[in-house]
């Protein structure tokens, strides 16, 4: 990742990546900029994609799938 282009080609990507965190050092910005709450209620009504389980405590989206949701918000 770089700061032109903060995703990279082919990832997984955890909700703190996508919604951002002002708290963390450094702050991470929001790819998406919307509350944890409101994306999670986009999830379940599918708006926004379904994650990925990577293990029993570890869920992630796809890059892939967040880069055309991405575009599909833009448009």
Sequence with gaps: MTASNPIPPVAFLKLWQIIG???AVPPIPALIPIGRTSFLNGV???KYPKPVKLG???TAWRVED??????????
């Design 66 to 75: 967040i880069r055309s949701l991405i575009e599909k918000l833009g448009a």
């Design 56 to 58: 029993v405590r570890t």
């Design 44 to 46: 379940k009504s599918g």
């Design 21 to 23: 965190n002002p708290k």
